[in-house]
């Protein structure tokens, strides 16, 4: 049997986010088109030497972009949409970055979420444009390694199914149209890398991982019927990632020549159909092994006896041992991290210590003999190690989540009566208005922030700041005439660092960095131990706050699944006993700002959704513990306590009975990107309960008219009760000006005075 080592992708951002320094740098005009180009060429060369250093035999290329790979093949096959041509003959980097971030007349294209990551692509518009191959970049990449690097490599594609799912702009009859127009260009580009000496190309279809009609099925395998068919030299591997390969038995059969399988998700369900249905004798095998979504050193046994089944189980000749998905989901190298403890510093594994990972199995399965001795049984160890370390033996977080009762998730009384009860008891005007949270974090902010982090500034000193700037915006609120205040959130950089600095079970990286869209990366905490609230986190700030005003000050919460969907979780345990843990945590929270007297508290969970499993048929089990654990934070309140939630960057279409079922008071959401649809969809499913619907998008800088906003409102009320009914924004305004922020609001409230007038 041959067995050599890949990974489906590699991080393309750089040890020290080099990648998105040269980026911002031309963007800044910085760097001039030849100096970015050539720094990117030579952080694409850097990058596959330092693969090849690790050990990895078989490279992929076409993993790297200047921003995007949907966006890259969009380019590629002249998917420009027309109104683009405002452009004045621009640079091909001008065009390409118009469409990621908009230009001075032309705003971008649309962007959303990749699968179940917390990475954002670029959707491609198809507007009947006529198709064609305007250049190879994969091609390129290709070229350069073999001619600078002088390695063969196995250039990657996302494949023409996903790539059209995830496209928008058409109907089920201009589908095949496209479809048909891109096969042809599909084929081309993959002709000229067998060309050009690629011995495998691989496919990338994450979109078989989603359920599928008949139909689709169908189509895909009409797709690769004549995708193989014009590319007759070349050696095709699909590789799906995230979940198991749908309608496993038949897509299976696809005319190529190989599949890439993720071994790691799904409850290994691949596995499970090769044990049911076998593997094609004659394919190629890439056992993706190494979970390319999480941060845990392997198990190197576990992982040996998957490969072992998959061996025992099919007769094939050749394996790839690789990651579960491209490694861009995780930090590059731990090697950086001084500050980690050390227990969690030795389970880690990012993307370079993953690749040395395969490299060790795959030496194991073409030898019978591991590179270096006690490898199995230190890995069993570091594993130990954290596992019996007392950051994961809290009793009291077990007892307390052990003693939990049905009661514990719920409200006492139906929303109906509270809706009554908190009508009298906290007095609002109808149409009250309110932000969802944060205000502008100013230069100011910022610089104060990071003087005090380096020292520069005592603690009390930066308390006073941040004492002065809410009470700075607890009057500019009032004067804009705001029902409902908040305390800005000044001493938060991100909604959930903030809460896992003070919670127990956390810890931070230094440079553990993952791209979420374009040049932006985040840098997720890791939730390491069991979570535990020990010390009041919020209270302080916020009933500062309420005591300079007359108005009620909103306490504001990131929610339990936000944070978990947010952070690199722990391995060992449930996400289910993670996120209970943390809404347990959360709800001592809710109850100190409760007893503090605060009336109304927000617990935000904009990451619910992304949360959900690409599968439906996992909705109602992931539903079932995420709406619990944001239950669990809430409900230990009086009746006349009003709990707000927020959520955003998202479609709620069908997400309205789930938004329901967590019986928050008032939700808000954000809209103004998708208005009409979930108008649409709030007539056939009524929503019963307090909710805004964001009045303005807070994601560009323009001041929307009150004339703007009311139309917006109009529209909703024909489908939202005037009772059920808030106004507010879409999102938090941390990243807005003070001066648009404060005309913007005004309008708003101008708006809602309006509207009282009119009943
Ligand atoms: N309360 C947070 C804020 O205003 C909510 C952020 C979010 O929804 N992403 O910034
Ligand atoms: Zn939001």
């Given at each position: 049997m041959n067995v050599i080592s890949t990974?489906?992708?590699?991080?393309?951002?750089?040890?020290?986010?080099?990648?998105?320094?040269?980026?911002?740098?031309?963007?800044?005009?910085?760097?001039?088109?030849?100096?970015?180009?050539?720094?990117?060429?030579?952080?694409?060369?850097?990058?596959?030497?330092?693969?090849?250093?690790?050990?990895?035999?078989?490279?992929?290329?076409?993993?790297?972009t200047k921003y995007d790979r949907m966006l890259d093949l969009a380019v590629m096959f002249n998917l420009i949409p027309k109104r683009y041509d405002v452009l004045e003959n621009p640079t091909k980097n001008e065009l390409y970055y118009a469409?990621?971030?908009?230009?001075?007349?032309?705003?971008?294209?649309?962007?959303?979420?990749?699968?179940?990551?917390?990475?954002?692509?670029?959707?491609?518009?198809?507007?009947?444009?006529?198709?064609?191959?305007?250049?190879?970049?994969?091609?390129?990449?290709?070229?350069?390694?073999r001619d600078e690097v002088g390695i063969i490599t196995k250039?990657?594609?996302?494949?023409?199914?996903?790539?059209?799912?995830?496209?928008?702009?058409?109907?089920?009859?201009?589908?095949?149209?496209?479809?048909?127009?891109?096969?042809?260009?599909?084929?081309?580009?993959?002709?000229?890398?067998?060309?050009?000496?690629?011995?495998?190309?691989?496919?990338?279809?994450?979109?078989?991982?989603?359920?599928?009609?008949?139909?689709?099925?169908?189509?895909?395998?009409?797709?690769?019927?004549?995708?193989?068919?014009?590319?007759?030299?070349?050696?095709?591997?699909?590789?799906?990632?995230?979940?198991?390969?749908?309608?496993?038995?038949?897509?299976?059969?696809?005319?190529?020549?190989?599949?890439g399988l993720d071994f790691v998700h799904?409850?290994?369900?691949?596995?499970?159909?090769?044990?049911?249905?076998?593997?094609?004798?004659?394919?190629?095998?890439?056992?993706g092994v190494i979970n390319g979504r999480d941060i845990w050193s392997v198990n190197f046994a576990e992982a040996v006896s998957i490969i072992n089944s998959v061996k025992q189980l099919t007769n094939i000749e050749n394996i790839w041992i690789s990651s579960s998905c491209s490694l861009q989901h995780v930090p590059v190298s731990k090697n950086m991290e001084e500050k980690l403890p050390k227990e969690l510093f030795d389970h880690l594994a990012f993307a370079d210590e993953k690749i040395r990972e395969i490299a060790h199995i795959t030496h194991f399965m073409q030898k019978g003999s591991w590179l270096k001795e006690g490898l199995v049984a230190n890995s069993m160890k570091v594993i130990q190690a954290l596992a019996t370390h007392p950051v994961r033996q809290n009793k009291r977080v077990e007892k307390a989540l052990a003693n939990l009762t049905p009661m514990d998730f719920k409200r006492s009384v139906s929303y109906k009566e509270r809706q009554q009860i908190q009508k009298e008891a906290l007095k609002l005007p109808d149409f009250p208005t309110t932000t969802i949270g944060s205000f502008p974090q100013s230069t100011e902010v910022k610089k104060t922030r990071s003087a005090w982090r380096k020292g520069e500034i005592s603690d009390a000193q930066y308390a006073q700041f941040l004492k002065e700037e809410t009470a700075r915006w607890i009057q500019i609120q009032e004067e804009i005439g705001l029902d409902v205040l908040v305390h800005g959130e000044f001493e938060r950089t991100d909604m959930v660092e903030y809460f896992g600095e003070h919670l127990t079970g956390f810890s931070f990286t230094d440079f553990g960095w993952v791209v979420s869209y374009g040049s932006r990366c985040v840098k997720p905490p890791i939730i390491y131990g069991d979570v535990e609230w020990t010390h009041p986190m919020t209270v302080k700030e916020v009933v500062e706050a309420q005591k300079l005003t007359d108005k009620y000050v909103k306490g504001m919460l990131t929610g339990p699944v936000t944070i978990l969907n947010w952070s690199f979780v722990r391995n060992d345990l449930s996400r289910e006993k993670v996120a209970l843990q943390i809404g347990y945590a959360l709800r001592q929270e809710v109850e100190a700002l409760e007893?503090?007297?605060?009336?109304?508290?927000?617990?935000?969970?904009?990451?619910?959704?992304?949360?959900?499993?690409?599968?439906?048929?996992?909705?109602?089990?992931?539903?079932?513990?995420?709406?619990?654990?944001?239950?669990?934070?809430?409900?230990?309140?009086?009746?006349?306590?009003?709990?707000?939630?927020?959520?955003?960057?998202?479609?709620?279409?069908?997400?309205?009975?789930?938004?329901?079922?967590?019986?928050?008071?008032?939700?808000?959401?954000?809209?103004s990107r998708s208005h009409g649809e979930l108008i649409h969809s709030l007539k056939e499913n009524p929503y019963e309960l307090g909710i805004g619907l964001g009045v303005y998008d807070i994601h560009s800088p323009r001041v929307p008219s009150v004339e703007e906003m009311l139309t917006i409102i109009q529209e909703s009320l024909a489908v939202i009760p005037k009772e059920q009914f808030w106004i507010n924004p879409d999102c938090g305004l941390k990243t807005r000006q003070e001066t648009e922020t404060v005309a913007s609001l005004k309008n708003m409230v101008a708006a809602a005075q309006v509207l009282r007038k009119q009943v």
């Amino acid at each position: 049997m041959n067995v050599i080592s890949t990974v489906v992708g590699y991080p393309y951002i750089g040890l020290k986010r080099e990648w998105k320094r040269i980026i911002e740098r031309f963007w800044k005009n910085e760097l001039t088109e030849h100096e970015f180009e050539a720094e990117l060429k030579q952080l694409r060369i850097d990058r596959l030497k330092h693969q090849q250093d690790l050990g990895l035999e078989y490279i992929t290329v076409g993993d790297f972009t200047k921003y995007d790979r949907m966006l890259d093949l969009a380019v590629m096959f002249n998917l420009i949409p027309k109104r683009y041509d405002v452009l004045e003959n621009p640079t091909k980097n001008e065009l390409y970055y118009a469409m990621a971030r908009g230009a001075k007349d032309v705003v971008a294209c649309e962007m959303t979420k990749w699968f179940n990551t917390n990475y954002h692509y670029i959707v491609p518009e198809y507007e009947g444009q006529k198709l064609s191959l305007q250049r190879n970049d994969i091609l390129d990449q290709f070229l350069e390694a073999r001619d600078e690097v002088g390695i063969i490599t196995k250039p990657t594609i996302i494949g023409p199914y996903t790539f059209v799912d995830l496209a928008k702009g058409y109907d089920e009859k201009e589908k095949a149209l496209f479809i048909l127009q891109l096969i042809p260009l599909y084929a081309q580009v993959i002709n000229e890398l067998t060309e050009a000496g690629a011995e495998w190309i691989q496919i990338e279809e994450p979109s078989f991982t989603k359920n599928l009609p008949i139909e689709e099925i169908q189509l895909i395998e009409e797709i690769y019927k004549q995708l193989c068919k014009l590319t007759p030299h070349a050696k095709l591997l699909v590789q799906t990632y995230f979940e198991s390969l749908f309608a496993y038995e038949r897509l299976i059969q696809l005319p190529v020549d190989g599949f890439g399988l993720d071994f790691v998700h799904d409850n290994k369900q691949n596995l499970k159909s090769i044990q049911k249905f076998g593997f094609p004798k004659n394919k190629t095998l890439s056992i993706g092994v190494i979970n390319g979504r999480d941060i845990w050193s392997v198990n190197f046994a576990e992982a040996v006896s998957i490969i072992n089944s998959v061996k025992q189980l099919t007769n094939i000749e050749n394996i790839w041992i690789s990651s579960s998905c491209s490694l861009q989901h995780v930090p590059v190298s731990k090697n950086m991290e001084e500050k980690l403890p050390k227990e969690l510093f030795d389970h880690l594994a990012f993307a370079d210590e993953k690749i040395r990972e395969i490299a060790h199995i795959t030496h194991f399965m073409q030898k019978g003999s591991w590179l270096k001795e006690g490898l199995v049984a230190n890995s069993m160890k570091v594993i130990q190690a954290l596992a019996t370390h007392p950051v994961r033996q809290n009793k009291r977080v077990e007892k307390a989540l052990a003693n939990l009762t049905p009661m514990d998730f719920k409200r006492s009384v139906s929303y109906k009566e509270r809706q009554q009860i908190q009508k009298e008891a906290l007095k609002l005007p109808d149409f009250p208005t309110t932000t969802i949270g944060s205000f502008p974090q100013s230069t100011e902010v910022k610089k104060t922030r990071s003087a005090w982090r380096k020292g520069e500034i005592s603690d009390a000193q930066y308390a006073q700041f941040l004492k002065e700037e809410t009470a700075r915006w607890i009057q500019i609120q009032e004067e804009i005439g705001l029902d409902v205040l908040v305390h800005g959130e000044f001493e938060r950089t991100d909604m959930v660092e903030y809460f896992g600095e003070h919670l127990t079970g956390f810890s931070f990286t230094d440079f553990g960095w993952v791209v979420s869209y374009g040049s932006r990366c985040v840098k997720p905490p890791i939730i390491y131990g069991d979570v535990e609230w020990t010390h009041p986190m919020t209270v302080k700030e916020v009933v500062e706050a309420q005591k300079l005003t007359d108005k009620y000050v909103k306490g504001m919460l990131t929610g339990p699944v936000t944070i978990l969907n947010w952070s690199f979780v722990r391995n060992d345990l449930s996400r289910e006993k993670v996120a209970l843990q943390i809404g347990y945590a959360l709800r001592q929270e809710v109850e100190a700002l409760e007893k503090a007297g605060i009336k109304i508290i927000q617990v935000d969970e904009p990451a619910l959704r992304e949360g959900l499993p690409l599968r439906k048929e996992n909705w109602a089990d992931y539903l079932r513990w995420a709406v619990d654990a944001f239950k669990l934070t809430t409900s230990n309140v009086a009746t006349d306590t009003q709990i707000h939630t927020h959520m955003c960057y998202c479609e709620f279409n069908d997400f309205i009975d789930p938004i329901k079922s967590l019986d928050a008071d008032v939700i808000s959401l954000e809209t103004s990107r998708s208005h009409g649809e979930l108008i649409h969809s709030l007539k056939e499913n009524p929503y019963e309960l307090g909710i805004g619907l964001g009045v303005y998008d807070i994601h560009s800088p323009r001041v929307p008219s009150v004339e703007e906003m009311l139309t917006i409102i109009q529209e909703s009320l024909a489908v939202i009760p005037k009772e059920q009914f808030w106004i507010n924004p879409d999102c938090g305004l941390k990243t807005r000006q003070e001066t648009e922020t404060v005309a913007s609001l005004k309008n708003m409230v101008a708006a809602a005075q309006v509207l009282r007038k009119q009943v």
